[in-house]
DNA sequence: TTGTATGCGTTATCAT
DNA sequence: ATGATAACGCATACAA
């Protein structure tokens, strides 16, 4: 039966057809409606059944004014932190019939606006987002946006959103407390923009744990720019460079790690000498040797309350925003 | 004026009222039609653009019939190389207005199958995908797809799918013979299933490399079964067991490279003593000490060229397969 | 060149 | 409980 792999695409008429019935009852089978005898749902599901049936998502959305898609919009995706998120995200999405539009903002402020205008045109039930900034240009993206909205450790203020949060501070205070206990007094602190989130809840932390000990943090050592790998090598060689270097490094996100752990082999220094502790987990730092300690924190939990989030908000409920621990884990063979 | 944030949508009627038209010289203007005025595409332009009109992506998927979105559907998102792939490959398709729904396979057939059915029910106008397997199973759910395919690292007898594959042999060649040639002569040899394109493809570079010396490759070390990181650890530890334990090790994927190497260290077996060469790069792996060698291939290019081939099927071009060169990487300290 | 009218595949409102 | 029909927002064949 030669048929030709042609447009076999089999519709609800096809069905309503095959069961003899009304095109609007094979809908209220398949949609679950209240109001139908048994034998008319043995019928349609039957003929549903026979013919493979399956609705076309897209006549549904424009019907239903739902599309059931989330738009995950991520600065970065190549990083596996984020797509970490991603990934545990579309599985909690995914339990409740959602879809996921991966997008991608590649660190640029001006492509994150027109993906608004894309996920606005594509009528996503809503957006995850770790944004690249929290400048007022971006708010008004957000405020034009009327599907519901989860941040990831981002915080926008008079902004109503859900959000998923680090509590980066306690994590980067004990860290920077270990290295003080153990003597070290120049610590030098590289991270992303100061205008985010992250960054300024580190910072906190860092300054905290100086300040625990009636010290002040030297801010000489503070190096603010971007996550990149470039950045911070950068500033490891200018680090090095300074009559009074530091003897331990704080580095946050994964590019910066990469950039002074590159940097510091650049300038043949020895993990031994320079103590340095990084500011988010990596799959294989517990193999560099010595063990590099961290702060770490858990992205598979965060992209599931990003999800989880993003449900409540669209059945109705109130923003609300959550606040994930962050631990230091001492890999310091010294310490054990 | 408390305008209350309500479901402010600009439809195309409203921009033809505006401009005092027939919705149809908008929707003509607006998709570039051909025979219109000068003064009608002016009035409705600026129309548009004051009302601030973006169309209902939703509604000309439905009338046109595409949905300028292409399915990308991965066996695991949280292993970088495949995130840089997803990068890449929507970086790439974004260029011609088109969104990527990004969907999970989490290493399941059973899922996978399931995603074919999302997938065709949001008519997607693609599909670029890693399968979890080439069975026989999985070659059903493909042909019943008639949108177009694009295949990572995958083949699939008897399909007409276009594909982007990597020539692991020649990297995986060169590589044991450097190994062989360092005086090595067990060199153990574990990866992912066997069913596979790649694992196939690069056992065949590591046969032909003894081969090539007239020399049988050592059927005993070559363990088949699973990308997993527990699975390559406890081959670890099983070959270090043997009689007659490896001097060398190929492992490949990511995370077979990851439980070989804590294998390794739980065992105490330093990696000067056991030569490891990782079939794809991480990375890091310039950082651990001393440099892992790898055989090396690009996702970048990879994503991108996806895109391209899918892209091109969309446009009514012939399949076609794209095959893209892997390199050793020799980071051995000795050979320089 | 421009306007009118139909249809894309559903769901939901209205009768019956 | 079931069937006929309007509507979702747009693109296009056809008429003018």
New binding site residues.
């Given amino acids: 039966m030669a048929k030709g792999k042609k447009e076999n695409?089999?519709?609800?008429?096809d069905v309503a057809k095959r069961a003899?019935?009304?095109?609007?009852?094979?809908?209220?089978v398949?949609?679950g409606?209240?109001?139908?005898?048994e034998?008319?749902?043995n019928k349609v599901e039957k003929a549903a059944l026979d013919l493979g049936?399956?609705?076309?998502h897209?006549?549904?959305s424009?019907?239903?004014?739902s599309t059931k898609t989330i738009g995950f919009m991520i600065r970065d995706i190549m990083n596996p932190f984020f797509s970490i998120i991603a990934q545990s995200c579309e599985i909690e999405l995914r339990k409740s019939h959602y879809s996921m539009i991966l997008i991608n903002s590649a660190g640029s402020e001006s492509t994150e606006k027109s993906n608004f205008g894309v996920l606005k045109s594509r009528r996503v039930d809503g957006i995850i987002s770790s944004l690249v900034s929290e400048s007022s240009f971006t708010k008004n993206s957000l405020n034009s946006f009327t599907a519901p909205i989860v941040l990831l450790d981002r915080e926008i203020s008079g902004l109503t959103t859900s959000s998923v949060l680090c509590d980066h501070t306690s994590g980067v205070f004990d860290a920077t407390k270990y290295l003080l206990s153990q003597g070290h007094k120049r610590i030098a602190f590289i991270s992303g923009p100061e205008n985010i989130y992250v960054t300024r809840n580190r910072l906190d932390g860092y300054e905290k744990a100086y300040e625990s000990l009636n010290l002040k943090p030297p801010k000489d050592l503070i190096r603010l720019k971007d996550f990149s790998e470039k950045f911070a090598k950068e500033e490891t060689h200018k680090l090095f460079k300074m009559s009074n270097p530091p003897t331990a490094i704080l580095a946050g996100g994964i590019g910066s790690s990469g950039g002074v752990l590159h940097g510091l082999k650049e300038l043949k220094i020895d993990l031994n000498q320079v103590k340095f502790i990084a500011l988010d987990e990596w799959p294989f730092f517990d193999l560099l040797s010595p063990g590099l300690s961290s702060v770490h924190r858990d992205p598979e939990t965060m992209g599931k309350y990003a999800a989880k989030l993003m449900l409540e908000l669209i059945n109705g409920g109130k923003p609300k925003s959550i606040l994930i621990p962050t631990t230091f884990k001492n890999r310091d063979r010294a310490s054990k």
């Fill in positions: 695409r089999v519709h609800i008429e003899g019935v009304a095109i609007s009852s094979v809908s209220r398949l949609t409606h209240k109001a139908v005898s034998s008319m749902r049936y399956q609705p076309d897209l006549a549904q424009l019907r239903r004014g």
